[in-house]
């Protein structure tokens, strides 16, 4: 692989030569499947935070008319995202600091992006802030299917990717404790173990991809730490709450 | 997806059958469902692809384990 090491793996080469522009599991497929829990209307303003290069707002835009936002932290990815289309709308920022009116959007997207965030609890404040009554939470992204063996990932050192991964149980307690209703999950873990299985074949072994974000040294832990978690990918769609 | 799955070396081989040596092109790997495009050492003639034994033992048997889920 001839990434630079630092690059964390969202931002490597390798990922969007397998996955294309949407950078994560099962593509704006996924993408699609949870607006079917949302009907969300034409000209509805959305935010997709950690958009990456923008391909999940130009559909949200092209294809539901919807008044898409992007957000990330990343300046190389929005550069790349704004030489493709210099009008789509993308800001850079963190979920943990949304530049948006309290109640303004109808919903916000996090697509294989929460994990990542480094302070998950002003997180979800913020996308509850931001959520009008009834918005919608469109999250998806890895979990850990072996909750017994989620401290594997969690003590890791350096700033491995995975390593916000949590369980089920603890994603839905985590909405709920925010303010947010459960209304749909999915696991669509099938589609990471494709994606993890093209990155093998075009890259090789996934201990090098492991160890390219951070300390190549610490990869054959981070590689035994995903195989005990079991690794899963879920979608899941919750409305912010409205509390009387 | 395109890959790089040849070895040099494996393109000193030859193939029986068409006398002519493997080259590397575009093959279909299909396993449990999910079909994956990759370039390997193939037969202009017939078709024929080579996979070599650190291939099998390498790259094949990481993707073999993690679509198993082991």
């Keep these: 692989m001839a990434d630079t090491p630092s690059l964390p793996l969202y931002e490597s080469a390798a990922l969007q030569a397998v996955t ?27 935010a997709d935070l950690g958009c990456g290069i ?19 932290r990343s300046a190389g990815m929005l550069g790349h995202a704004r030489q493709k289309d210099p009008r789509l709308p993308l800001v850079r920022g963190d979920a943990s600091c949304l530049p948006f009116e309290d109640g ?12 990542l965030v480094d302070d ?37 050192p350096g700033t491995f990717c995975l390593k916000g991964a949590r369980s089920r149980d603890e994603i839905a307690a985590r909405m709920q404790r925010s303010g947010f209703a459960l209304i749909a999950w999915e696991d669509h873990s099938e589609a990471l173990k494709r994606l993890a299985a093209e990155l093998v074949l ?43 | 997806m395109k890959a790089e799955n040849v070895d040099p070396e494996d393109l000193q081989w030859v193939c029986r059958k068409c006398n002519r040596p493997l080259e590397a092109g575009t ?44």
């Excluded at chain 1, 939470?137 to 989620?150: C, E, F, G, M």
């Excluded at chain 1, 040294?217 to 009387?244: D, H, N, T, W």
């Design chain 1, 120 to 156: 998950m609890d002003a997180a979800w404040r913020e996308i509850r802030r931001v959520l009008a009554p009834g918005g919608f939470l469109i999250l998806t992204d890895i979990y850990v299917r072996a909750p017994h063996q989620a401290a594997c990932l969690t003590t890791l």
């Design chain 1, 20 to 46: 294309g522009p949407a950078l994560r599991p099962g593509g704006l497929e996924l993408t699609q499947r949870a607006l079917s829990y949302c009907a969300l209307p034409a000209g509805a303003q959305v």
């Design chain 1, 104 to 115: 303004r959007l109808s919903a916000v997207l996090c697509e294989c992006s929460l994990t």
């Design chain 1, 54 to 72: 923008g391909a999940t707002v130009d559909h949200l835009r092209r294809h539901h008319r919807l008044r898409a936002v992007g957000l990330d």
């Design chain 2, 27 to 70: 093959a279909s790997v299909e396993y449990m469902g999910n079909q994956f495009t990759t370039e390997l050492p193939t037969c202009p003639g017939c078709g024929f692809v080579l996979i070599s034994e650190s291939l099998a033992l390498g790259k094949m048997a990481e993707v073999e384990q993690i679509l198993e889920d082991k």
């Design chain 1, 202 to 244: 075009a890259c090789g072994s996934l201990q090098a991809l492991w160890g390219a974000g951070g300390d190549p040294g610490s990869a054959p832990a981070c590689a035994a730490a995903v195989r005990q978690a079991r690794l899963g990918y879920f979608l899941s769609v919750a409305r912010k709450e409205v509390i009387p």
